[in-house]
């Protein structure tokens, strides 16, 4: 009996077709990139240079007779360069010409290119590398000559072979072949990942569920590498030096601070190497923060110097986490795995956590924000106990991390409850919503309530020594006067803009512009390049599915609260604590722009509902709002703004495909190409918003690492004067090791120098009274000698050290000695942090004073707050003050007075400090503006001031009894639900 053989059944047909799909999915990504990779390269100044289609050669004999010096190489195989070798060569303007070398030396030759509307060449020339193969020139459009010099350097190999006007799609094909071919080849993969996916059989949900989380994941983490590259693998540091210099000034330093103390064993809860001085509370949201955490505990256990690369770890974890719990929040509505695959996706790379997030404890708040937000929809579709707990528990840890991130979060969850309570498509009637909104927030009172532990002594702070707040309008005048007025139109177009991109305008060049000038803090509201067509579907598909009133009046509220959300003064003041408007909380956009895009998603491949009027609207805005911006725009940014109209064209022409072409294959090849254009314009919006700037390297920092130590000139210097003076005093200097304005915390001394933008009240004022001729701003000081007057706030202070890279001539300053580079010099009227004075001044008549009367007080006179007790002793009698001493929390000396007078002692005036003086607690005044005074009397004193935070014991107390409260009215929520279930 012959056994059959198995014969398995092919549908050639069915392959074809596939393969057809894959092959033009191929053609169309290669063509795509080649025209978006021209356009970023060329951009649109001069769109004659797309007009040539076939390559024009120049004759070139021509080109060789207009040649100077021109000297055969003795080998026959071209040219060699001589003292003054050039090309003068007659162009067409407005085209690109290109230089084909077939010989060059080495890898390249640097030479120059002057172009001309005359032989003059009076105008600067362009450095330029010629290279081996293609060179392309793009002529300005007055352009009548160029001048092409190979190099400055005789006896250099070339052959200059061909001159001709090409064409730019062809010319950058072949330049970037390789690119091409290696983009082209990933994003096809991942076309071919996608039909496979839909070859697994319908049956196996959870395969299909988690091979598509897993592709999600995968293309998460390939967006963030490229993104990330030269952070992770090259000797960029994910440091900004620009617009972005709070990293470099406060930031980084602060890590560096934090870690280097925790090595020590000197960590405290004040901070003596920050400026003059500072509470652990003015940086306790960038200490608390999870991912501050692990960058601080990770230079901790790996050594200080794996800081700065850690901070570039913490983003991308950022950009994961943020990615599976956006998927998670969309996955609570109806739509498909696939889009909340997309949605995550964009929300992990979206404006806020790309751009704030280089400030890292801001970017945080977009995890923590999601985890809110998933609580209160659970809440909101069903009552369950544990989702109660769960928002009270996200509440209080995102309180502990950052009380001003969460306040916006929650101002905003307030907004968010409200309105879906509202949605009629819940059916809830007003009773059920009364008592749902109740539920809610009862938990989230709870979870306030358990965050006290920072949040009470953060409010003490921002409140009573912070100089954040100070004003002189109330909150509501301030609120209502805002709610009633809007940003100039320059403002409103450039907001509308960065919808689109946060690069749409400029990077760092604000000069062309009218409206925001500040690349952080104008409105970071970008999610999408192509939000604008999303939002032209969901316009007019609502328009045709509201036919009930209440769901036309409810589409109109939430447009209404969109638009005062983005563009309304009075909103930002809102929620920014009242105090003025700032935009910094646009992150509560992003998770409603993932859902979004997530929805139009479903209708649009899935449901396979197309508006051609929605398609048609998001053109029109794209392309208005992005031309706009291009011929405003500065020059770093209008090539970017050239590729964005490109795949806006691209985008819709795919939209297009989708809704009129019924036919299969073409829908699966519009769907790929969908997604290709997604991760096209992500990876190119994240790219150019992270790498499109300056930023520290790893050789920047003059700073050597070994393990957990640090090592250069400047801390060895610092070391020296540690083990010769033993009491307390201060450092400045005029050159950078690290940071400008962050020195001090990196290497461990008290200083004027610093970057601290919640500095404290009082100490901003004696700075600005008394110090104003230094640079000094509402985050800046920064040590500059001008005038001889400011030797006595130095003196007061006790800035006893100055160090320099090179001799110092000031009168009062005498040679110490020198360490390697450093020279040291010691301040001769600088003896203590501590001085005594028999003689005061009202602040009132001291300001009557000018700038250099006021500095000439500090000798011999104490200005102390009006109405406090006067002295008028001239004469101070016999003082000695003995070495004053700073450990952490504590500073501690002592003092002989033949006379009664007030001690000054330079600690900032910042509640929580509490002087002892022989063991008595002794009322303490402010004295020179923004320091510590007591009053003595007469006799041989101990002194102690103690820092301790204020209310962080009743803090501790309030957050056990919130703990205990959520606790307990879950608990109560249990046994009520289960008594109607047994009733």
């Known amino acids: 009996m012959r056994r059959r053989k198995m014969q398995i ?31 970023g390269t060329r951009g649109f100044d001069n769109l004659k240079i797309y007009t040539t289609i076939f390559p024009q050669y120049q004759d070139m004999d021509e080109v060789l007779a207009g040649a100077n010096d021109l000297i055969p190489s003795e080998d026959g195989n071209g040219y060699v360069t001589g003292e003054d070798t050039y090309f003068v060569i007659p162009v067409d303007s407005d085209k690109l010409i290109d230089l084909e070398m077939s010989r ?27 290279e081996l193969g293609h060179n392309p020139v793009q002529i300005k459009k007055t352009t009548k000559y160029i001048r092409v010099k190979i190099s400055s350097q005789p006896g250099l ?9 090409r064409n730019p799609f062809s010319v950058f094909a072949r330049m970037h072949k390789k690119e091409i071919a290696k983009a082209g080849a990933a994003l096809w993969l991942l076309c071919i990942l996608l039909h496979g996916m839909e070859l697994i059989p319908a049956e196996y949900k959870k395969l299909r569920k988690w091979l598509t989380v897993f592709v999600f994941l995968g293309f998460v983490g390939i967006t963030a590498l490229y993104v990330f590259y030269d952070f992770i693998f090259g000797e960029r540091l994910f440091i900004y030096m620009d617009m972005g210099a709070d990293t470099m000034q406060q930031y980084y330093p602060y890590y560096l601070n934090c870690v280097r103390r925790i090595t020590e064993g000197t960590f405290s809860i004040w901070n003596w190497d920050y400026g003059l001085g ?69 929300y992990a790379f979206n404006g806020y956590l790309m751009l704030w997030g280089q400030h890292y404890l801001l970017g945080t708040i977009c995890i923590y924000l999601l985890l809110i937000l998933i609580f209160l929809e659970k809440l909101i579709q069903k009552f369950k106990i544990r989702y109660v707990a769960g928002l009270g528990i996200s509440v209080a840890a995102s309180i502990i991390y950052s009380y001003y991130n969460t306040y916006m979060a929650l101002v905003f969850a307030a907004i968010y409850c409200i309105l879906r309570l509202l949605n009629p498509n ?10 749902r909104g109740c539920c809610i927030l009862g938990s989230v009172i709870c979870g306030v309530l358990t965050g006290a532990v920072t949040l009470l002594p953060a409010a003490s702070y921002l409140t009573s020594s912070s100089s954040r707040l100070v004003s002189e309008a109330s909150a509501l005048a301030k609120f209502f006067g805002g709610l009633f007025s809007s940003y100039t139109m320059a403002q409103n177009a450039e907001t509308a803009g960065r919808l689109i991109s946060n690069n749409l305008y400029y990077i ?3 000069s062309c512009i009218d409206g925001w000038t500040n690349y952080y803090e104008m409105p970071n509201v970008c999610f999408t390049i192509f939000i604008y067509f999303f939002l032209g579907q969901l316009l007019v598909q609502s328009i045709k599915r509201c036919k009930d009133v209440k769901k036309i009046w409810y589409g109109v509220l939430i447009t209404l609260v969109g638009i005062l959300l983005i563009f309304n003064p009075g909103v930002a003041i809102a929620f920014n604590g009242f105090a003025y408007a700032q935009t910094r909380y646009t992150f509560v956009l992003m998770p409603i722009a993932a859902l979004l895009v997530a929805v139009e998603w479903d209708r649009l491949m899935i449901k396979k509902e197309f508006s051609f009027t929605g398609l048609l609207l998001g053109l029109v805005a794209s392309m208005y709002v992005v031309i706009e911006a291009y011929n405003r725009a500065s020059d770093e940014v209008k090539k970017y703004d050239a590729v964005i109209l490109t795949l806006f064209v691209a985008f819709a022409i795919i939209l297009l495909a989708v809704g009129l072409w019924k036919n299969r294959q073409v829908q699966k090849v519009a769907g790929s190409l969908f997604l290709v254009c997604i991760l096209l314009s992500t990876c190119l919006e994240s790219h150019m918003t992270n790498n499109n700037r300056w930023t520290a390297y790893t050789w920047t920092e003059a700073m050597g690492y070994d393990g957990h130590t640090m090592t250069n000139d400047t801390i060895d210097a610092l070391q020296y004067l540690k083990e010769q003076d033993k009491g307390f005093f201060r450092v400045d200097k005029g050159y950078a090791a690290v940071s400008t304005y962050g020195d001090s915390q990196v290497m461990g001394y008290s200083s004027v120098t610093d970057y601290n933008s919640t500095i404290n009240r009082h100490l901003a004022d004696f700075y600005n009274m008394l110090y104003t001729k230094v640079k000094v701003s509402d985050a800046q000081r920064i040590f500059e000698y001008s005038d001889e007057s400011e030797v006595y706030p130095m003196s007061l202070i006790n800035l006893k050290y100055i160090l320099s890279m090179g001799e110092l001539d000031y009168s009062w300053c005498e040679y110490v000695g020198r360490t390697g580079s450093v020279y040291i010099y010691r301040n001769k009227y600088a003896d203590s942090a501590a001085s005594f004075y028999t003689n005061t001044i009202s602040k009132s008549e001291c300001e009557s004073m000018d700038e250099t009367g006021r500095r000439l007080l500090l000798r011999d006179t104490l200005i102390v707050p009006d109405g406090e007790d006067v002295l008028h002793d001239t004469e101070t009698g016999e003082v000695t003050l003995g070495s004053f001493v700073a450990d952490g929390k504590y500073f501690i000396g002592t003092i002989s007075n033949e006379k009664e007078g007030f001690l000054l002692l330079t600690i900032p005036d910042q509640d929580g400090w509490e002087v002892y003086v022989d063991g008595k607690k002794t009322e303490i005044i402010n004295g020179d503006y923004g320091f510590l005074a007591v009053k003595l009397a007469a006799g041989n004193h101990e002194v102690k001031a103690v820092y301790h935070i204020p209310y962080m014991k009743q803090g501790v107390v309030v957050s056990i009894l919130g703990a205990l409260l959520l606790t307990g009215y879950c608990l109560w929520l249990y046994h009520r639900d289960r008594k109607r279930k047994q009733g």
């Open 426 to 435: 819940l059916g809830m009637n007003v009773k059920e919503c009364i008592k």
């Open 278 to 346: 500072t509470s652990f509370i003015n940086n306790i949201s960038q200490t608390l923060d999870p991912f501050g955490l692990f960058v601080i505990l990770g230079g901790v256990v790996l050594g200080i110097g794996k800081v700065r690369r850690l901070l570039v770890i913490a983003q991308i974890l950022k950009i994961i986490i943020s990615a599976l719990l956006c998927r998670y929040f969309l996955k609570l509505f109806p739509v498909s795995e696939k889009a909340a695959c997309i949605g995550g996706y964009l």
């Open 157 to 165: 190999h070339y052959n200059l072979t061909n001159v001709s006007y």
């Open 104 to 130: 060059i030396e080495g890898e390249g030759i640097l030479g120059e290119i002057w172009q001309s509307e005359n032989e003059t060449f009076a105008e600067e020339s362009s450095p330029y590398t010629f």
């Open 9 to 39: 059944q092919v549908d050639r047909k069915k392959w074809l077709k596939n393969a057809a799909v894959l092959l033009a999915e191929l053609v169309l990504i290669l063509t795509g990139l080649v025209l978006v990779g021209t356009v």
């Open 508 to 510: 760092n060049d604000y």
